[in-house]
Nanobody
């Protein structure tokens, strides 16, 4: 496992943009895949986006074309650029990382490290 620290959440109006960051802190380890999940009140946590160490990206249909995930391997940081946000994007966003290869990027059970979560609120 690794320690992950998220930042960048907040309040944004519908149609606006927000950028989330997630950095590995403390003792560093090699990370294979990194992803973002979110959990809205009363709902289960759901997959948002993921990026493999080689750069392949994956998105939930609900955010495809609006969100962009990227990573800086030198800084061991992953970013989530959120554009054209909607009120239904309101949730706590969690960064996740996997320190071993293989497994589905879409499943939260495949990740062994999680950030503390950052609140994103989109007003209409």
């Amino acid at each position: 496992q690794v320690q992950l620290v998220e930042s960048g959440g907040g309040l944004v109006q519908a149609g606006g943009s927000l950028r989330l960051s997630c950095a590995q802190s403390g003792r560093t380890r090699s990370i294979y895949d990194m992803g973002w999940f979110r959990q809205a009140p009363g709902k289960e946590r759901e997959f948002v986006a993921a990026i493999r160490s080689a750069g392949s990206t994956y998105y939930a249909d609900s955010v495809k074309g609006r969100y962009t995930i990227s990573r800086d391997n030198a800084k061991i940081t992953v970013y989530l650029q959120m554009n054209s946000v909607k009120p239904e994007d309101t949730a706590v966003y969690y960064c996740a990382a996997r320190t071993y290869g293989g497994g589905s990027v879409y499943s939260d059970g495949s990740y062994d490290s999680w950030g503390q979560g950052t609140q994103v609120t989109v007003s209409s």
